[in-house]
């Protein structure tokens, strides 16, 4: 039979696909509906947050911190409770990682604070002494690209049907509303930064990066 | 049409592969050095503005291996291989030759992109598909023209029956092309909501959903990129240094079928102790471990082809480059399915245990499997013979060293990170701080750093003797043997 194969390529290339797809329909289908549903109580992110994930995408802080605490006491006991999958549920795409070369941040809003971040992003070795981060001193210059994020939530609930302007859930409305709901919450997070160019910034209708990250980092609960 | 004498073949397009082989070898590797570094001293960090931090370098490193150096060495094998074991020259078809070069050049565009995008911080974020979606169209493009390729040169072929190297192509192209796109499916934003940058996209899938398929592919990428078409290259180039014939065949059978079969329910062991169903892993967990019979039979069946021949080892350099990527290939597939138990992964899943696992493969089985191919063929390729024996000796010592130095504290670093995360005193507490788990591997991560560097000069090394063995004078006939004049037939 294998000789046969041997001499035909075409269905030799059809046995091959076939031994090596089906694995993966058996192993990834069945938990597609199961998965996708969220916790109660799990909130898409504000489009301040996501231009937030987009700063922690670009720079790949993924790939030193995991956002994701396994069901150990020692896990546990460090960073709260054990992750759930509907947690993760308005996660377009999941950010759990592979590496912890810092720790895990999935609950770093419930101990961190947003002056705590500021200076970590500044000059990460004067809030953890020996840290091996760089700082990204750039996240102060660079300004948070908040347009793609509205268009990304914007698709998310137009495809994905995520509950944006539902009852409880984050208000997404126009462009227009959104700038204005955008710079509120952005408003809160200046307020408690020292650092006078964002704030200088800030007052001129600027975002920088930093003020969205920290509303990613502070959201991460 | 049988030729009525040997068969030129035309090696235009895999000189091009070669040569991009090497150029991204060196690229991939001076940033993989110096991310090595930046760990042991993170002041490194700041040499280029936000361009050259750990984050930015990351992905670049990766994608720069993988996808530069590795995917040119398999697209150069191919475009060697190909026509010797389908007795067939690429310039009896005009239009094969097009496609060859239409590959090359569209690949090469790809690559500068993905480079110029990674750098200012375009990336998905899924590791090893970071790029967005107007390049992964670009990369699905040059997959094609590589499929064009296979299946074109296959269509013409003179030799009835496929080489054991070809099926692995074969399978290469259908695996990668698969699990690349399911993986990539995305939703570009700006196309729906008419807001924002236009190259950026939002995933198909959702948290856990997309953590499953991301690791179906990051697994199997490993699998079909790092195994199955490394696996192709020693079937054609360890007989044919050697001049023994492969072991068996039916054991090649069996660990082809065996690997096709087993390989693809393994990706789940990325995901133990995570929110995927318990069921997911324990399968996951389970085929890593019968993943050990098909691989080490590749493995076993390479390292009796050198059956009462062993003595070469001593007189060819090549035949030690693949001997030991071989045993490095056991090495590496057994260790994947000691990190798979649960128990073991417990401890070592997001350590560095992880990045050693995957270099002491990539360094030592697909790094020296590639670097050999290159010696075997540039002789036949360029009609010179290798330059240097002896630095092929010192190369060899210098990178296997680095290899072991890498690996070895990258053990080390792991298991003690793994030990002092789960760490608690008497009274139940944990005993370290977080940062405590950090300091401590410094010494570690400079032993890696010095590892990989060791491995980059070998490579430099590598690249002399190349250049001086294409710079040499022209050979009238075909080489006798890849290794320098003199070694045995």
Redesign the interface.
């Given at each position: 039979m294998?000789?046969w194969l041997?001499?035909n390529?075409f269905f030799?290339?059809v046995a091959?696909?076939i031994?090596?797809?089906y694995?993966?329909i058996i192993?990834?289908l069945p938990?597609?509906a199961n998965?996708?549903r969220p916790l109660e109580g799990i909130k898409p992110p504000t489009v301040l947050e996501l231009a937030g994930k987009?700063i922690?995408?670009?720079?790949?802080?993924?790939?030193?911190h995991?956002q994701?605490i396994?069901?150990?006491k020692?896990?546990t006991?460090?960073y709260g409770m054990y992750?759930?999958?509907g947690?993760?549920?308005?996660?377009?795409?999941?950010?759990?990682?592979?590496?912890?070369?810092?720790?895990d941040l999935k609950r770093v809003g419930n101990y961190r604070t947003t002056d705590w971040h500021e200076n970590h992003m500044l000059e990460p070795a004067s809030v953890?002494?020996?840290?091996?981060?760089?700082?990204?001193k750039?996240m102060f210059k660079?300004n948070a690209?908040i347009?793609?994020?509205?268009?990304?939530a914007?698709?998310?609930k137009?495809?994905?049907n995520v509950p944006y302007d539902m009852e409880g859930m984050p208000k997404l409305g126009t462009?227009e509303e959104t700038q204005a709901i955008v710079k509120e919450q952005a408003q809160m997070i200046v307020d408690e930064m020292k650092n006078q160019e964002v704030k200088d910034a800030f007052a001129r209708g600027e975002i920088r990066e930093i003020v969205a990250i920290i509303a990613y980092l502070n959201s991460l609960k | 049409m049988r030729p009525s004498n040997a068969l030129n073949y035309d090696y235009t397009v895999a000189k091009y592969f070669m040569f991009a082989t090497i150029l991204f070898g060196i690229i991939g590797m001076a940033i993989g050095v110096i991310i090595a570094f930046q760990m042991a001293y993170p002041d490194l960090n700041y040499l280029a503005g936000e361009y050259g931090t750990f984050g930015r370098l990351r992905p670049l490193h990766t994608s720069g291996v993988i996808f530069g150096f590795m995917l040119s060495g398999i697209f150069a094998t191919w475009y060697y291989i190909g026509q010797r074991v389908l007795k067939v020259s690429m310039n009896e078809s005009p239009f094969l030759m097009f496609i060859g070069k239409f590959h090359f050049y569209l690949y090469m565009i790809v690559m500068v992109l993905a480079v110029i995008s990674l750098f200012a911080g375009v990336s998905t974020s899924k590791e090893y598909a970071e790029l967005e979606w107007p390049l992964d169209i670009g990369v699905v493009l040059v997959w094609v023209l590589w499929g064009v390729s296979i299946f074109g040169l296959i269509g013409i072929r003179r030799e009835k029956t496929l080489y054991i190297s070809l099926w692995y192509y074969i399978a290469t192209f259908l695996g990668v092309a698969m699990l690349y796109l399911f993986n990539n499916m995305s939703v570009p934003t700006k196309l729906i909501s008419g807001y924002g940058d236009w190259w950026h996209s939002v995933s198909m899938y959702a948290g856990t959903n997309d953590a499953l398929v991301q690791w179906w592919y990051g697994h199997n990428a490993v699998a079909f990129v790092f195994t199955v078409a490394i696996i192709a290259q020693i079937y054609y180039f360890l007989p044919k240094e050697s001049g023994q014939p492969v072991f068996s065949y039916k054991l090649s059978l069996f660990a082809f079928w065996g690997l096709m079969f087993v390989y693809l329910w393994a990706g789940g062991h990325h995901l133990l102790y995570s929110t995927v169903p318990d069921w997911m892993q324990t399968m996951g967990s389970v085929f890593s471990v019968v993943l050990i019979l098909p691989s080490w039979g590749s493995a076993i069946n390479m390292l009796l082809t050198m059956k009462g021949e062993w003595v070469q080892i001593r007189e060819n350099p090549l035949i030690k480059f693949m001997i030991l990527a071989s045993t490095f290939y056991m090495f590496s597939t057994l260790e994947g399915p000691i990190l798979s138990i649960k128990s073991v992964n417990a401890l070592a899943h997001f350590t560095d245990w992880i990045p050693g696992h995957v270099h002491d493969g990539t360094l030592g089985w697909v790094g020296f499997m590639t670097m050999a191919a290159l010696y075997h063929m540039t002789p036949r390729v360029m009609k010179r013979e290798i330059y240097s024996k002896s630095l092929m000796e010192v190369q060899f010592w210098i990178q296997t060293t680095g290899i072991v130095l890498y690996f070895a504290s990258m053990w080390i670093a792991g298991i003690t990170q793994g030990m002092m995360w789960r760490a608690t005193d008497q009274f139940g507490n944990l005993a370290y701080s977080f940062i405590d788990t950090v300091t401590v591997l410094i010494p570690y991560y400079w032993i890696r750093a010095i590892g990989g560097l060791l491995y980059l000069v070998g490579f430099f090394i590598f690249t002399y003797n190349i250049y001086k063995s294409m710079s040499a004078k022209e050979l009238t006939k075909e080489p006798f043997s890849a290794s320098p004049a003199g070694v045995r037939g």
């Open positions: 294998f000789s041997e001499k390529p030799f290339a091959v696909f031994v090596i797809a694995a993966g192993e990834i938990d597609f998965r996708a987009h922690y995408m670009k720079d790949s802080c993924n790939a030193c995991t994701m396994r069901p150990f020692s896990e006991d460090r992750s759930l999958s947690e993760y549920a308005y996660d377009r795409p999941h950010l759990w990682g592979s590496k912890r070369t810092g720790p953890v002494p020996g840290s091996l981060m760089p700082a990204y750039h660079n690209d347009e793609t994020a509205y268009g990304e914007l698709t998310t137009k495809v994905f462009w | -």
